[in-house]
C-alpha cells in the first residue's frame, strides 16, 4: 500500500523559513513528478512547485525566488524549503506523487499525502 507522510509544518513568524518533507513508500519502483499543493478554507487545491524525474522545476508565480523544490529520487523524498514566508502562504500544504508505478505492477497511479498545516503569524 502507498503511502505518502509528509512532515514539517508549523506555526512561523513572517518573513521566517520552513522546511517540509514527504516520503513515499509502498514498494515504489519509479515516480513521475513529485509536487507540492496547498489549499486554504473555501479555495481550490493550488499547485505550488513541481519536480519531474527530469529535474525540471515548476512553481507558482508567488512563491517564485523564496520556495524550493528537490528530491530524493533514492529515497522516494520530496522537500519544499520555504524562506521569506508571508501569511498569505498560511495553508496546508499536501504532497502529491505522479504516475506511481510499483514493482510488480503494469498500471501507474497517483497519489496524495494527508497535508500538513503551515500557519504564518506573527
Known amino acids: 500500500q502507498v503511502q505518502l507522510v509528509e512532515s514539517g509544518g508549523g506555526l512561523v513568524q513572517p518573513g521566517g523559513s520552513l522546511r517540509l518533507s514527504c516520503a513515499v513508500s509502498?514498494?515504489?519502483?519509479?515516480?513521475?513528478?513529485m509536487d507540492w499543493y496547498r489549499q486554504v478554507p473555501g479555495k481550490q487545491r493550488e499547485l505550488v512547485a513541481s519536480?519531474?524525474?527530469?529535474?525540471?522545476?515548476t512553481y507558482a508565480d508567488s512563491v517564485k525566488g523564496r520556495f524550493t523544490i528537490s528530491r530524493d529520487n533514492a529515497k522516494n523524498m520530496v522537500y519544499l524549503q520555504m524562506s521569506s514566508l508571508k501569511p498569505e502562504d498560511t495553508a496546508v500544504y499536501y504532497c502529491?506523487?505522479?504516475?506511481?508505478?510499483?514493482?510488480?505492477?503494469?498500471?501507474?497511479?497517483?497519489?496524495w499525502g494527508q497535508g500538513t498545516q503551515v500557519t504564518v503569524s506573527s
Open positions: 502529491y506523487a505522479d504516475q506511481v508505478l510499483l514493482y510488480g505492477s503494469i498500471w501507474a497511479k497517483n497519489y
Open positions: 509502498g514498494g515504489i519502483r519509479s515516480i513521475n513528478a
Open positions: 519536480m519531474p524525474n527530469d529535474g525540471r522545476t
